[in-house]
Each structure stands twice: as C-alpha cells, then as structure tokens.
C-alpha cells in the first residue's frame, strides 16, 4: 500500500515527474499491483481533485491506473471545470471527451478559447462523436462571420487566455474552417448564413473586379451573376448599391435599388436625387440586356455556321446525332463548361459539354440528359434491376434478343446500353472508342469535374481512350521548336521572345489560339450563366468555337512541326495512356490518387512533371539565386521561409489575401508564382505556364524548396544562405558587435518601461512561437519568441521564455560607433551587398535612420554574454547570431549547393 500513498499524497511531484507517473501505471499493470490498489470511491475521488494540478501527459496514466471511467460524474464534471478556471482549455477538453462528458458541459465555453488559440484539432476531438455538438460548433464559427462580431468584446471574456491567433479569426480563414466541416460533417449549408454571406460579398468583388478592373465581363452576363450573388439578402443588396457608388457608376447603384425595391431610407443621398429624377428609365437595362450581341472581328470567327450548332437536351435527339459523330477516323474537339462558383459554398456542375466536328457542333444540355434518365429508370424499374436480385441474367428467356445478339454485335451493344442507361452507354461510346481522336485542352481537369459533377458517369470515364490534351501537344512541339538552333539566336529564347510578348494579354487557350490562328479567343462569355436556359446567342457561339478551335489548333501544330521537320510522338499526349513510373517515386499526391481511383493516368492539366522529382539534368539554363524572384500563396509559407534561407527573394501572401493577389504581383514584379491544389489551375491560365510551379503538398517544406531549385535550376551558394530574412525578406543587415548590442538592448529596455508603465519588462511578454519552422530556428530572434543556440547556454532565469520587440520612442540623436563594423573573429574574404556599411543607428532610440526599431530586448541575457557579433536585418530589425542552424542548413542542401564558384559564407564577410 506503500504505492498507495505515494500517488495520492504527492500530487505536485507527479505533477512534476512525468515518467514517475508512466513508470507506475507499468507497475500498476502488473496483476499483484492491480489487487493492490483496489479503487474504491474515495480513492478515485482523491485522484480526480491531482488531475488539476498535473500535467496533461499524466491525465491518460491516471484514468486508467484508477478506472475514473466508472467514477461519480459529478466530481468529474467539476475536475473539468477545475481545469476551465485555470485556463487549461485542452486537458479539460481531452478530460471531457474521455469521459464522455459532453452532454453535461457548456460547449461555448469549453471550446471558444480553444478556438481562439487555434487548436481546431482539439474541438474536432471534441465534437467527433456528436452530431448535435458538430452543428453547435459551426453555429458558432458562423457566428464570428456576421459583419457586426467584434473580437475585442470576446477576448474580454478571456482576460488571461494566451496564445490568441488573431490572423486567424479573419471571416476568410473562418469560412474556409466551416466549408471543411460542412463537407466533413456532412452538415447542411443552411446552417451558416454568415458564411454564405460572406462568401457571396466575396463574389461580388471578383465580379467588380472583373467588370471594372479587367473589363472582362459585359453588363448582361455580370447582371446574372450580381442578381445570383445577392439574391434576396438586404445587406448585400445594401453593399451592392454602396460599391457600384464606390466605383463611381451611380447611375448603376440606381438602376439596381429600384429593380430590388429597396428602401429609401438605405440608399445615399446622390442615389436617391437619381431616382427622383429620371423615373422614366425601368425599360433602360431591359433594353440594354436585348442588344444584339456584335462578334469582335478582332477575334476567332466560328467557320460553320450557327444552323449546324445543334442544342441537345433530351435523349432522343442524343441519338440520332452523336452516332454520326462517332464514324472511324472522325477527330473531334471536346470543351466543357459550368457557373463560375465565385467561392460560394455549392459547387456548380458541369452545365454543358460541346462535342465539334469539322461540319457541326453539338451542345449538350447534360443536366437535363441527366435528369430524363434518372426519370426514366424511376418509371420503369426495369429487368436488370429485378434480374440482379434474383441473379437471373435479364433477357435470358428472350429466345429472339439472344439470336438477335449473337447475329449482330450492334444489336448487343444496343441492349447493353439500354440495360445500363441510354446517356451512360452514349457517353462510353464517346469517350471509349479507340476509333475517334478527342482533343481538349486541359482535357484532364474537364474530366474530373465531369466525373464530380455526375459520378453516375464514372464508368464511362474509367474506359477513356484516345484523348489527347493539346496543351501538352503544344508543349511538346515549342520544345522541339526550342532544342533547333535559328538565326538570331537559340530556339529557346525565340521561343520565350514570341510568347512574351503577348502574356500579358492573352491567357491559355486564347493565346495557343492566337499563336497559331492569328486571332484569339473572345472570352467575354466565359464567366456567363451557364445553366440559364434558353442559353444566348453570345453563349452558343462562344460554346461552339471553344470546340471548334481545338480542331484547327490540332491542325497548325502538327503543320507547324511537319514544316519543321519533327517528330511529334501524340502517344505521350493521350490523357487515358497508362505511364510507367520511376522505380523510385514519391506518394502520389491526392490529385494523382484520383485519377488513380478512375483508372487513368494523371491529366495533362495537373502539372504531371511536377508530381515526381525533376531529374538532374535540368533543361534550363543555370541561374543565379539573386535573379529568382517568386510568390507563394498562403499555404505555403514554410516553403517560402525555407527558400528565404537560402536567399531567394519570396513574397509571401498573408492568410487573409486572395489567390489573384499572387497573379498581380507576378505580372507586376516578374515573379513566379509557387502554388498547389485548385488555384494552380486558374493562376496558370492568368500567367502562363512557365511562371507557375504546381507544389507537391504532400512533401516537407525543405523537400518541396530543393524541387522548385531544381525545376527551375536555380544555383544556390554558401554565400546565398541566410542572405535574406526570413521574417520579412529584407536583404540588408548591420553587423553589431555584442558590446553595443548589450548598451542597446539596455537602452531598449529602458524605452519600453517607459512606454508601457512598468516596472521592468517581463521576459516572456508575447506570444510563443508556433512549431511551423521550430526544427529549424535555432540560433536566431524570430517575431514572437526566441530559439536557443545550442552553443550558447542560456540562464536559468531565461530559459523557456518568449519575447517579443515593440516600436521604440524617438529620442535625441546620438550615433552608435563604428567599432561594430569592424570587429570580426575572422578575417572576411569579400565584402557582399547585402551589408550596409553607411547605416547609423541612434543608440538613445536603438532604431535606424528610417524609424526602424532593433529589437534588442529580444535578446537574453545570456546570448548577450556568449555571443561577439550580431547580424541585423535593417529592414524589420530582427537580430540573428550564428548558431548551429547554418551548418544544419548546409548538410540538407548540400545536394543543391553549388560550390564551384564560391565556398564562403554569409558569416565569412
């Protein structure tokens, strides 16, 4: 019983000793020990009143070794509200989901601070297993999304919650959690409003963008879409009025407020002299929507004519035409097209597939192809059905079909498709006949939205054959075009001169048709409603020619090649080919799972190079690392900080900015646009090819930075490394020797107790640094926390502690002295740009000509004492000091660094 005591009478030394407590739960497990330790009431009771006062570790040893499964509730429940009132939210929360105590706690107050601290995985734990406890948790998160929620008023219920994320209770990153849980949960989208709302505000920023920005969009299809984005929702409308003013188009902002009937008293002031004056105008936009639409002769010019672009939208007419599409050696151009979902919760479905041959194009209306034979097969239950349960074959008793079918192998193709569904059987026709070429371009992601869009065409899909992707096709011939030397220069470089200098326009499709037709695509339908029924002539054009370009593309790049001299091999552009793959491969990612799952190689339109390490040899010339630029999107942060080590110039995109955002900077900057997932495939079309780079998500951040050096063979030196900051890209530092860094971080100090009212700044006054790069951040000062160097021993009093650096007082002028410039434990070999050597800092405010502050107080004590020479960054005065983490970075690039030209270091200078 000696065990007995111990565990029970010296709480705070198992609160302490983490491996004391595992220890004896082995001991415990032993049968002896177990009859030992009988656990009685007051037993179980004693050990629920140490569970507040140990660690979270020890919460698993204790409900085991004491079987508190079986306690009263009612000291559990007030052990879980123990640990509430110390602001221990997760072990309360792991306590509560391992006794099952949800139904008995107030959700709202057990997991809000738990999503103010970012520990969504702790609230999914909670609420894995309760429907009811998953709808309360979208409510909530849809709560914070209402334009009135004010954050403030929340953490002022929360006066000693730490570790608060404010970036990401942004209505973006929150709508983004809730779009998550509603396809996880299952959850009806009804049940967040704020969010759809939000969602839909965002909509109508990108159709104003496109509108009045891009002048993209004509007034007719940006009226649908703003009358779909508002609906009937009196604050959008309200902010529809409020942002066509913005832009200056009152009259819009009136036209708009009395078609939706707004109040008066909602409208300002220059609106409502509009609508008091020129109340004869209803019929205006009503006129205006009827224009005739008038071809650009500027553009592609469908070449049949638009009698022979026939509509489809029942079955019968399905097939009578599609068969004689079908004839052997037909090629066909095949496009696809839906609603743009503008980022709102539904996702829209594939609302139109165009099928063009050389005399016609058929527009088929697959929503409603679909829904007649779902009508169908509910009125007629069917023989294969009926058959299938009681494992008799249908038609097996029909002496004549059997004779029929094994005269005739139309006859049995026939009743194969009547048995599986006439738009399925005409579909697989379609798509698995090995007789006619399909061309697309980006045929592959065509597909996959046809697959999600109407998954009972998936069989249909799995037998795809003779698929060709012309945007492949295109890149196989520019790189043959490429590899042949021309007058003036190489083929590369021609290449690159042709293309450039029509970018900046023309995107994807309509640039490969400008390049090889002369005339580019007129896109100003591409945004239009889709499922609008009858559909325009604007639209049956734009669907048509679509289509029908892809057939005379087809034809300028094989002329193009044959005019050459090349040797095109169109097997390696076939969507439904299977590819082998290197013996040594890296997990498919989940877009090559996919198409795995449907029986097909990975499509053209995911970046299929970039899936499997780039080999060695890369094709590009070498380029120094100072002459790469690029942006990476929000999920890649860790990615852009690794690249910033190693002295890339990186812009990276705050959680709260939009993925167009990184297209306007490349365009803007001349960078290259990092990115992964779904935006890779808009962000490609805006900014071509070459100037977007699919990431694998599925590698590490270090993995992912050394395939972008060798994609783009990027030559990166010791030199290079640490050349950037990492927190905030700046390429300019100061060396500070540790002597005046110590007066400084005095000096520092002294400003902040001033500023503050404090007695003396607390270490540890900020917020941790998050584990995103806290393998790899030793040896240097990063916002919001400090990384030991393991060769500097911090004190006792330091050791643990967070700092963070605050904006200093201006002060009188007094300049710091040269000595630091000049010390050095060695002697420096060159002399790199990115140090300052004209830079004065003022030592009586410790911040730089520009107001920038040094944040010295970030420093502790005991690196201050250790450490000879500092290196900050002059633009957000972040202070760094060489550790172990540089020749941690040289051993995990070694097999990118370039040491052929230069073998110095950032610190050698």
């Known amino acids: ?207 104003f963008y496109q509108k009045y920005g891009e002048k993209a969009m004509d007034d007719e299809n940006w009226n649908d879409h703003i009358s779909v984005a508002v609906g009937n929702n009196p604050w959008l409308q309200e902010q529809l009025v409020m942002m066509l003013c913005s832009y200056r188009d009152v009259t819009a902002a009136a036209r708009w407020a009395r078609r939706l009937k707004m109040p008066h008293d909602r409208l300002p002031s220059a609106v409502l002299w509009i609508l008091s004056n020129q109340r004869q105008e209803d019929g205006s ?169 109407y998954p009972m065409l998936k069989p249909a899909l799995q037998q795809s054959s003779r698929v060709l992707d012309i945007a492949v096709l295109q890149k196989q011939v520019e790189r043959l075009l490429s590899a042949q030397p021309v007058a003036g220069g190489s083929g590369a470089e021609v290449a690159r001169g042709a293309t450039a200098t029509r970018t900046t326009e023309e995107r994807g499709l309509s640039l490969l048709v400008l390049q090889t037709l002369g005339k580019a695509l007129d896109k100003r339908q591409q945004l239009s409603e889709w499922e609008r029924r009858p559909l325009t002539t604007a639209q049956l054009l734009y669907a048509a020619s679509d289509a029908y370009c892809l057939l005379e593309v087809y034809d300028g790049l094989l002329q193009k090649a044959k005019a050459a001299k090349l040797s095109v091999n169109l097997e390696k552009c076939m969507v439904g080919k299977k590819v082998q793959k290197p013996r040594h491969s890296d997990p498919a990612p989940d877009d090559e799972r996919l198409w795995k799952k449907i029986g097909t190689e990975v499509p053209a339109t995911l970046p299929a190079a970039n899936l499997t390490r780039p080999p060695e040899s890369c094709s590009r010339e070498p380029m120094s690392v100072r002459n790469f630029a690029v942006v990476c999107d929000s999920m890649l942060q860790g990615l ?48 071509g090819e070459d100037c977007c780079y699919f990431v694998d998500c599925k590698e590490k951040a270090k993995d992912q930075a050394k395939a972008v050096l060798r994609h783009f063979n990027v030559q990166v030196t010791p030199s290079d490394i640490f050349s950037r900051c990492k927190v905030c890209n700046g390429n300019r530092y100061m060396k500070i020797s540790g002597a005046d860094m110590a007066r400084v971080a005095v000096t520092r100090r002294e400003l902040l107790r001033a500023t503050a009212g404090q007695d003396d700044p607390e270490p540890g006054y900020g917020v941790v640094l998050g584990d995103d790069l806290a393998d790899e951040a030793q040896g240097c000062v990063e916002p919001g926390g400090v990384r030991w160097s393991p060769t500097v021993a911090p004190t006792q009093d330091f050791a643990g502690k967070s700092w963070r650096g605050v904006v200093a007082l201006p002060g009188p002028e007094k300049t710091m002295s040269r000595a630091s410039e000049s010390w050095s434990s060695r002697t420096p070999r060159y002399y790199p740009a990115c140090f300052v050597d004209n830079q004065e800092l003022d030592a009586n405010t410790a911040s730089f000509a520009d107001g920038t502050a040094l944040l010295a107080e970030a420093i502790p004590p005991g690196v201050l004492e250790t450490v000879q020479l500092f290196y900050c960054c002059v633009t957000c005065g972040k202070v760094f000091w060489e550790g172990s983490h540089f020749s941690r970075i040289l051993s995990q690039f070694a097999d990118v660094l370039s040491t052929e030209s230069d073998t110095s270091t950032f610190y050698e200078s």
């Open 1 to 207: 019983m000696r065990c007995r005591v111990i565990v029970l009478e010296k709480g705070q030394f198992i609160a302490m000793e983490d491996g004391f407590v595992r220890n004896l739960e082995e001991l415990w497990n032993k049968k002896q020990l177990k009859q030992a330790l009988p656990c009685d009431w007051e037993l179980q009771a004693r050990a629920i009143r140490l569970l507040s006062s140990s660690q979270g570790s020890t919460m698993d040893p204790f409900i085991h070794m004491y079987q508190l499964e079986t306690a009263d509730r009612q000291h559990l429940i007030s052990a879980v509200k123990g640990l509430q009132k110390k602001d221990r939210y997760q072990e309360a929360a792991h306590l509560a989901k391992k006794m099952h105590l949800q139904p008995y706690l107030n959700f709202r107050e057990l997991c809000t601070p738990l999503l103010l601290q970012d520990k969504l995985n702790v609230v999914e734990g909670y609420v894995s297993n309760s429907p009811e406890l998953q709808q309360e948790l979208v409510r909530l998160l849809d709560s914070w999304c209402h334009p009135d929620f004010n954050l403030g008023n929340l953490l002022q219920q929360y006066p000693g919650l730490q570790q608060v994320k404010h970036e990401r209770m942004h209505p973006k990153s929150l709508s983004k959690f809730v779009t998550r849980l509603l396809d996880t949960y299952k959850i009806d989208s009804e049940l967040c409003p704020n969010v759809k709302q939000y969602r839909a505000l965002g909509a109508m920023k990108f159709l």
């Open 640 to 687: 852009g900080r690794y690249l910033r080590c190693l002295g890339v110039d990186v812009h990276i995109l705050e959680n709260i900015e939009e993925h167009r955002k990184a297209a306007e900077i490349a365009r803007a900057e001349r960078r290259v646009i990092l990115t992964c997932g779904l935006p890779y495939q808009t962000l490609r079309s805006q900014v």
């Open 285 to 453: 936009e009503e006129e205006e929507s009827a224009m005739a639409y008038s071809s650009r002769e500027d553009c592609y010019q469908l070449p049949v004519p638009l009698d022979q672009v026939i509509f489809i939208d029942n079955l019968a007419d399905l097939e009578m035409h599609l068969p004689a599409m079908l004839q052997p050696g037909c090629t066909l151009g095949v496009d696809m097209e839906w609603r743009p979902s503008f980022g709102v919760l539904s996702q829209p479905r594939v609302a139109l597939v165009q099928v063009a041959r050389r005399d016609r194009v058929l527009l088929l209306d697959l929503p409603r192809l679909s829904e007649e034979e779902e009508e169908e097969s509910g009125r007629q239950p069917g023989q294969r059905r009926l058959a299938r349960a009681t494992n008799v074959e249908p038609r097996a008793h029909d002496e004549t079909a059997q004779l029929q079918a094994s005269c005739s192998g139309r006859c049995e193709a026939k009743n194969s498709v009547a048995e599986e569904g006439r738009l399925l059987g005409l579909m697989r026709r379609l798509f698995s006949s090995g007789d006619v070429l399909k061309l697309g371009y980006d045929v592959g992601g065509d597909i996959q939205y046809l697959l999600t869009s």
